[in-house]
């Protein structure tokens, strides 16, 4: 199982054209993720690609508020494929959680556990 923070790679179906995109898990028991992408979609965290984000190809955005929820067997077949290719350093969960007030269908109780995750 993956732990709060840690970048896989998936197929991803919902962006145009499709094609494999990182996520980073922000909760792993409920599946929940958040897109890596090189285009600001608010809300946002800045990810700059330094020794705290080397496995980014370039400067990147985290896309925070109602967050993927991916399913086990694409998170298992993205590790057994590719591993895990990195983690968001901690110091950005202060920001992500803030931006949870973005989110707009996601259950307070998922809300919660999200934060008690990246705290």
Known sequence: MLKPR???VIPDGTV??????????????LGYFYRINTRRWP???????????MFLDHDSYLECGDPLEIDDYVVRDSIARNGIVGEIHESLCGEIIKLLTMATT???E?????IDALS
Not at 16 to 29: D, I, Q, Y
Not at 43 to 53: A, F, G, Q, S, Y
């Open 6 to 8: 840690q970048v896989i």
């Open 16 to 29: 145009r054209p499709p094609k494999p995109k990182m996520v980073a898990c922000v909760e792993p028991t």
């Open 43 to 53: 809300p946002i965290v800045k990810l700059v690609r330094d020794p705290l984000h």
């Open 106 to 108: 996601l259950r307070e």
């Open 110 to 114: 998922d809300r919660r556990r999200i």
